[in-house]
């Protein structure tokens, strides 16, 4: 491969070991909030606690993708077990499926804040709730192969992203507009 984006930190194991001959090179730290209908919680809040989120309708992504995953570990050291309403393998299911059964879901906060997501301008009836104790973050990285040689694609393609990245973490510092 040329180049691919993934975590770099995974349950624990190195970045060799997750990724073998790839050398990462960070674009960003993710972290995660809740999206959920008015009403479904408390007014006014702008946190919420993994093991308050637990005991919400959640829809979530399937067990066997790397996202879920993490959201889970994040569940287990709040000590909790969520027990999703919902589970697809599609995110656009699972926000259709958000905007229309009054249940919350849990995604990366740059997304839900610089995408027509539920919580932007473009549904304004669903809140944005940061995601608190645990507070995870995880770095998203571009991987390319670990040799001398990078292909101008290669780094245009680097240079496309840390831009992007920029840019969405700029905008994942902004509260979306109430």
């Known amino acids: 491969f040329d180049i691919g984006i993934s975590y770099t930190e995974a349950d624990g194991a190195s970045d060799a070991e997750s990724h073998g001959l790839a050398a990462p ?3 960003y730290r993710e972290s995660y909030v809740l999206l959920a209908p008015n009403g479904l919680v408390e007014a006014g809040k702008r946190r919420l606690s ?5 005991t919400l309708p959640l829809a979530l ?10 959201i889970d570990q994040a569940f287990r050291h709040a000590g909790v077990s969520p027990r999703p309403v919902f589970e697809t393998n599609s995110i656009s299911t ?15 906060a740059n997304a839900a804040r610089s995408a027509p997501l539920p919580g932007t301008d473009a549904m304004p009836e669903t809140v944005i709730l940061d995601l608190v104790e645990p507070d995870l ?10 040799d001398r040689f990078e ?13 992007v990245a920029a840019e969405m973490s700029a905008v994942g510092r902004r509260r ?3």
């Open 61 to 70: 992504l399937t067990p066997d993708m790397k996202n879920r995953q993490i």
């Open 176 to 178: 979306p507009k109430r």
């Open 25 to 27: 090179r960070p674009l």
């Open 151 to 163: 292909p101008p694609g290669v780094t245009a393609v680097l240079q496309g992203a840390a831009k």
């Open 137 to 146: 973050r995880r770095v998203v990285a571009a991987l390319v192969p670990d």
């Open 94 to 108: 699972l926000h259709a499926f958000l905007a229309e059964a009054g249940v919350a879901t849990i995604a990366p």
């Open 50 to 54: 993994w093991a308050e989120a637990a």
